[in-house]
């Protein structure tokens, strides 16, 4: 039987009020991340999926007794030989951390990583989701593991929008905030930048006149979505090439962000993903 991988020293940490980590814990302040350029991943598995991605993590608190095993000991490995921190912490301050009773058993700090414009490169683009003003970190973090399972080519949150590496953002993603590139830009930017893109733009919208199954999507294209509560702008109406409407039968009349979303964007898919 092998031995476990250990990662080096590592410091024991009981009491929440340990100034380590009190910084983490206030990484759930959008000016703390904003500030620091840091947030917080929570997970073996989204831990590893960071490493394996080759984001910067800063710090890794595992609960204790966890380096006991193997896989766990072997990231905590990782992470320091690029130079994070390793503690190990009790059970109080996991919940302190993970503002949670039944915390998570591993925590990561990872800088974060915010793409711009030209990150978007229609030579290698199949199909880019970009959300106008979206609010809710839940639907952002699902849309982005949608983008992720659809094989979008990434997210473009546009104007004043929920912050991706807001802790409820994160964890609704499940990993997949380390596998899908998100550009963050100004509606100006955008309007402007938008003619340039070769490709179709296409809007959801309650006034749409094709049903969204209509059309013969080519790529590479950009699935334009608006806010929660309102829709697209008229700015960004007028900037799509085309704008489709999901049908609605019984008393619903509009469908939760997230879910439009990966409608939408599974039919531009359909024929290109595998079996």
Known sequence: MS??????PVRSVTAPSNPAIKDIRALAQRKHR?????????GLKLVADGLAKDWACETLVMAEGMLEHPFAARTAATARARGATILTASAPVMEAI?????????VGVFRQRLLK?????????????????????????????????AGASGVILIGDTTDPFALEAVRATMGSIFHVPVVKVRSEDFLAWRPGFPGPVVGTHLKGSVDY??????????????????GLTDAMAAACDILVRIP???????????????????EMRRGRLGA
């Open 3 to 8: 031995t476990p991988v250990r990662p080096g």
């Open 34 to 42: 904003a500030e620091t350029g840091l947030f917080v991943a929570e």
């Open 98 to 106: 993970t503002r949670r009773e039944n915390p998570q058993s591993v």
């Open 117 to 149: 414009l030209d990150a978007v490169d229609p030579r290698t683009a199949t199909v880019w989701v970009a959300l106008e003003g979206v609010r809710d970190p839940g639907n952002l973090g699902t849309i982005i593991r949608t983008a992720d399972g």
């Open 213 to 230: 199954r209509t059309p013969d999507y080519r790529e590479p294209s950009i699935l334009l979505m608006g806010t929660e509560q309102s």
């Open 248 to 266: 609605m039968a019984g008393g619903a009349d509009s469908l939760n962000l997230a879910v439009s979303t990966g409608i939408a964007l599974y």
